[in-house]
T-cell receptor, first 114, second 116 residues
Framework: KAGVTQTPRYLIKTRGQQVTLSCSPI?????VSWYQQTPGQGLQFLFE???????NKGNFPGRFSGRQFSNSRSEMNVSTLELGDSALYLC?????????????FGPGTRLTVL | GDSVTQMEGPVTLSEEAFLTINCTYT??????LFWYVQYPGEGLQLLLK?????DKGSNKGFEATYRKETTSFHLEKGSVQVSDSAVYFC???????????????FGKGTLLTVNP
């Protein structure tokens, strides 16, 4: 079974631009979560989607948004980029996002904001 | 709120040495506990998990036991290899809004370097 895929793997943007990242979950998985990883803050939860609905959101500004499509693929968007948005963005999928479900991670998208 | 504390390292060991990475947690309810590993330039891979007290998760020679009385989930391996060099993250599942979905709360990660 194919794993979680994320595109693109690397992005370079300048301040003020916006960016869209894509995530394709493991086949059959309906829950998709996004995490931001930085050296200073570590791994932080952004949001989670299930059946095209956002069920949970972390403590990030409204510039960070996402959506999920009917095939469970997900995108996240960051508008008005800031230098501090430079990070590795990880997508994870699970069957239903339940308490014992394992989240499987993709390789991440490395975003650099100049 | 829920949180995870793990030794931050870095930890440097010689091949075949014994490894312990401590992890303690604070959580309401009965979370599931996980260890993930991240190799350079890659995403996170699940190493092992435990979903209830006294469960032992194991994989590739690594083990961790869910200790509710000490709120701990320490990672151990009897004999490390150079290929085990990576960053290890302890995590717990915490309920989201409405309690119907769960997110992972991670520790800061522990960098392990194993020398030949």
């Amino acid at each position: 079974k194919a794993g979680v895929t994320q595109t693109p793997r690397y992005l370079i943007k300048t301040r003020g631009q916006q960016v869209t990242l894509s995530c394709s979950p493991i086949s059959g998985h309906r829950s998709v979560s996004w995490y931001q990883q930085t050296p200073g803050q570590g791994l932080q939860f952004l949001f989670e989607y299930f059946s095209e609905t956002q069920r949970n959101k972390g403590n990030f500004p409204g510039r960070f948004s996402g959506r999920q499509f009917s095939n469970s693929r997900s995108e996240m968007n960051v508008s008005t980029l800031e230098l501090g948005d430079s990070a590795l963005y990880l997508c994870a999928s699970s069957l239903a996002g339940g308490p014992r479900d394992t989240q499987y991670f993709g390789p991440g998208t490395r975003l650099t904001v100049l | 709120g829920d949180s995870v504390t793990q030794m931050e390292g870095p930890v440097t060991l010689s091949e075949e040495a014994f490894l312990t990475i401590n992890c303690t947690y604070t959580a309401t309810g009965y979370p599931s506990l996980f260890w993930y590993v991240q190799y350079p330039g890659e995403g996170l891979q699940l190493l092992l998990k435990a979903t209830k007290a006294d469960d032992k998760g194991s994989n590739k020679g690594f083990e961790a036991t869910y200790r509710k009385e000490t709120t701990s989930f320490h990672l151990e391996k009897g004999s490390v290899q150079v290929s085990d060099s990576a960053v290890y993250f302890c995590a717990l599942s915490t309920p989201g809004r409405g309690g119907s979905n769960y997110k992972l709360t991670f520790g800061k990660g522990t960098l392990l370097t194993v020398n030949p």
